[in-house]
Nanobody, 126 residues
Framework: QVQLVESGGGLVQAGGSLRLSCAAS????????TGWFRQAPGKEREFVGG????????LYADSVKGRITISRDNAKNTVYLEMNSLKPEDTASYYC???????????????????WGQGTQVTVSS
């Protein structure tokens, strides 16, 4: 069993930056593909980006490409989402998710992830 805990959310002004963390319990997390999703009120959960188990491959949604970086430190069982040039439309709850299914690849569909964190709120003021 793997438990994921997100942290680092908060209130930031437009143009600001935040770094979210996803800390995992369980030794096998370092071999899993991990993704970040977000969900704003009244909207569907959407893929933000993902990273494979080794960290040598990442994928970002077009809406955030160029403004975010996903990285991981497997020694710390932690995946990071660094967000820059934040916009009010980035306001949402952000979730990390993990799957052991295809560790070398990046999964971008929520249904294909097995484990989810509880989410952390990001609010960007204009």
């Amino acid at each position: 069993q793997v438990q994921l805990v997100e942290s680092g959310g908060g209130l930031v002004q437009a143009g600001g930056s935040l770094r979210l963390s996803c800390a995992a319990s369980g030794r096998t997390f370092s071999r899993w593909s991990t993704g970040w999703f977000r969900q704003a009120p009244g909207k569907e959960r959407e893929f933000v980006g993902g990273i494979n188990w080794s960290g040598n491959s990442t994928l970002y949604a077009d809406s955030v490409k160029g403004r975010i970086t996903i990285s991981r430190d497997n020694a710390k069982n932690t995946v990071y989402l660094e967000m820059n040039s934040l916009k009010p439309e980035d306001t949402a709850s952000y979730y990390c998710a993990a799957s052991p299914a295809v560790p070398t690849m990046i999964i971008y569909t929520a249904l294909d992830y097995d484990y989810w964190g509880q989410g952390t709120q990001v609010t960007v003021s204009s």
